[in-house]
């Protein structure tokens, strides 16, 4: 059984930046594919960014158009923990952003293993 931890999160101002920390415990997940969900309100879940395991400390990153340029995904050297720096925010950003873990593709809802609790973003006009 894997547990995904987040922390971050919070409100911002338009413009402003925020970084969300992803922390997976439980089994060696550094060859998982892991990422970042939202779902706003009254809106169904989407995905964000993702990265997937190449080789050894190498990882493929993935972004929704309307987060690239703006959102960047990374892993730590151990592999165990996602971030995702988030700059320029918009409005249109507030969201609660889940943590996402899976063996294959962490792009699509439907083949996501595990997931965090979630950390609410908040961004004002």
């Known amino acids: 059984q894997v547990q995904l931890v987040e922390s971050g999160g919070g409100l911002v101002q338009a413009g402003g930046s925020l970084r969300l920390s992803c922390a997976a415990s439980?089994?060696?997940?550094?060859?998982?594919?892991m990422g970042w969900f939202r779902q706003g309100p009254g809106k169904e879940r989407e995905f964000v960014a993702a990265t997937t395991w190449i080789q050894p400390n190498t990882y493929y990153a993935d972004y929704t158009d309307s987060v690239k340029g703006r959102f960047t995904i990374s892993r730590d050297n151990a592999g165990d923990t996602v971030n995702l720096q988030m700059n320029s925010l918009k409005p249109e950003d507030t969201a609660v952003y889940y943590c996402?873990?899976?063996?294959?593709?962490?792009?699509?809802?439907?083949?996501?293993?595990?997931w965090g609790q979630g950390t609410q973003v908040t961004v004002s006009s």
């Open positions: 439980g089994r060696t997940v550094r060859s998982y594919a």
């Open positions: 996402a873990l899976s063996t294959a593709s962490a792009t699509s809802i439907s083949r996501i293993e595990y």
